[in-house]
Nanobody
Framework: QVQLVESGGGLVQAGGSLRLSCVAS????????MGWYRQAPGKQRELVAH???????RYADSVKGRFTISRDSAKNTVYLQMNSLKPEDTAVYYC???????????WGQGTQVTVSS
């Protein structure tokens, strides 16, 4: 059974930092590109960042230089370090695993990030 469990969201002032964590089941973690998406009210879900099992990363232009994605294979965990947060970063953040075998997407339950101005 695939499980993605997120944590680390919350309320922070503009300019502050948060770190999101997503623990995945071992089988999916080791066979997937792991990523973070976000969805703000009234907007479509968008890619924030992803990281392949080999460590190749990709970021949305809006977060480059501020957010860092990483993965810890010993803990089956992917992280999103978010610095210099802006009010426009406010959204529900979702952990995603995309299987490299069949392209299936798996999602976490989402964690709210709110940045106050």
């Amino acid at each position: 059974q695939v499980q993605l469990v997120e944590s680390g969201g919350g309320l922070v002032q503009a300019g502050g930092s948060l770190r999101l964590s997503c623990v995945a089941s071992r089988s999916i973690f080791r066979s997937s590109t792991m990523g973070w998406y976000r969805q703000a009210p009234g907007k479509q879900r968008e890619l924030v960042a992803h990281i392949t099992y080999g460590g190749t990363t990709r970021y949305a232009d809006s977060v480059k230089g501020r957010f860092t994605i990483s993965r810890d294979s010993a803990k089956n965990t992917v992280y999103l370090q978010m610095n210099s947060l802006k009010p426009e970063d406010t959204a529900v953040y979702y952990c995603n695993a995309r299987s490299t075998y069949n392209g299936n997407d798996y999602w976490g339950q989402g964690t709210q990030v709110t940045v106050s101005s």
